[in-house]
């Protein structure tokens, strides 16, 4: 028996008899809080998974498909919210796992500028995701204004300035799209022009090869792909989220060259580099509190469509083995910033992935809600409709994190 389950049979007087220790990996938005508020009863949940000095006894981390923040920002954040401290590598972003891309990271990138949380922009110095020649949608405005006709006021600018600024331009070899933009117009545009030119912006070039194709683009990475979230508690209607962006996007491509965009990858929930990303920090924080390798992982979030198709992908990737599928991703640079060695064996230890949709989030505003949100299919390999229904299905549904994490807490006791 572990520290864990002693806690347990503390806390709740059970016996319990489960040899491994267990993760919970937790989403934020309608789950925690909608909008700027806290949920009810998410302290008193908290309490059944922390000890009195707020110490987690269960590897707990908060996985969220928001960009606007850092990992450090985000756990300041939730450990004000919250009331007890949020190690920064207890929060995993939608972005976080660009510090695995490494082969992109010497290339001149550009991203987009995305909601402002304090005063920051998007820059590689703040995400610290690896990057080191950041282009962003801002620079492009400014060094090609003819091409962002949508907003005239920026066209008026001194042609010597401009001049000047360009010859600071490289072609742009990778696009990182981070989330959604402040000016979709000119984000739509810019990105359209990046695409169809090869980077090279205002030279507009149409090569085919046989069979009338086009030659691949430049690789594209897209952060959160949900179509939705919940924006603030006054509200019942989600809000539309950079997944639509991303097929807006993929939309007026497909209508100028007959082609779809390629993703070299989708990052954020649903897609499973995130998830393996969770569980190789919840295997950190196991190893850091003197307990077993985690063997089961259990996953709470509000959206079927995101938490609950991951988990279950995560899920179905861990009982298949996952040959090959991450073999292009350097998993080594899951440890840079993070200073810990030798590396943490994640793929071969979590043996299951389960999953519990509650309802204090999108998951209430869906029932009435059919026709609007789409099944996000073109972002996912190979996943026909049936098997997104199938796999949007929970193990568990929830009314809220405190049923969610008693659940677990019970499941695991007799397990
Ligand atoms: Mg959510």
């Not at 002693?6 to 925690?32: E, M, N, S």
């Amino acid at each position: 028996m572990n520290n864990i389950h002693r806690f347990i049979q503390k806390r709740f007087y059970l016996r319990t008899r489960h040899a491994h220790p267990f993760g919970i990996v937790l989403d934020i938005d309608g789950v925690l809080f909608k909008g700027r508020n806290m949920l009810p009863r998410v302290k008193e949940a908290f309490s059944l998974i922390t000890d009195k000095k707020g110490n987690f006894v269960v590897p707990t981390v908060f996985l969220t498909n928001g960009t606007n923040s850092t990992e450090k920002l985000k756990a300041a954040q939730l450990s004000e919210q919250l009331g007890f401290k949020i190690p920064a590598d207890h929060v995993l972003m939608s972005h976080s796992p660009l510090r695995m891309f490494t082969d992109l990271h010497d290339k001149q990138s550009t991203g987009q500028r995305v909601r402002i949380l304090r005063d920051f922009t998007y820059s590689q110095k703040v995400f610290r995701v690896g990057f080191k020649k950041v282009t962003t949608i801002d620079h492009l405005v400014k060094w090609f204004p003819h091409l962002d006709c949508t907003d005239f006021s920026r066209k008026i600018v001194d042609p010597k300035e401009t001049e000047a600024a360009r010859k600071r331009f490289r072609p742009i070899e990778a696009i990182v799209m981070l989330g959604e933009p402040l000016k979709w117009e000119t984000s739509l545009q810019l990105m359209l022009d990046c695409v169809l030119t090869y980077g090279k912006m205002d030279t507009m070039i149409f090569p085919l090869v046989a069979g009338g194709r086009r030659p691949d683009h430049i690789p594209i990475v897209a952060c959160n792909v949900d179509l939705v979230w919940m924006a603030d508690i006054a509200s019942q209607l989600p809000r539309i989220g950079h997944g639509v962006f991303i097929h807006i996007l993929d939309t007026l491509y497909e209508k100028l060259t007959g082609q779809h965009l390629q993703f070299r990858a989708t990052l954020g929930k649903p897609t499973e580099v995130s998830y393996l990303h969770a569980a190789h920090r919840i295997q950190r924080q196991a190893r850091a509190m003197k307990l077993d390798d985690v063997k089961y992982l259990y996953v709470i979030g509000d959206n079927p469509m995101s938490d609950v198709l991951g988990a279950r992908l995560f899920d179905r990737y861990l009982r298949h083995g996952g040959v090959g599928r991450f073999d292009h991703l350097d998993l080594e640079a899951f440890d840079v910033n993070d200073g810990e060695k030798p590396r943490v064996r994640t793929r071969n230890v979590v043996e299951r992935c389960i999953s519990i949709l509650v309802e204090t989030g999108v998951h209430q505003e869906h029932v009435h809600m059919n026709g609007v949100v789409k099944p996000i299919s073109a972002l996912i390999d190979n996943l026909s409709k049936g098997e997104q229904l199938l796999l949007n299905q929970p193990n568990f549904v929830e009314y809220d994190l405190h049923a969610a994490i008693r659940t677990i807490l019970r499941r695991e006791c007799y397990r």
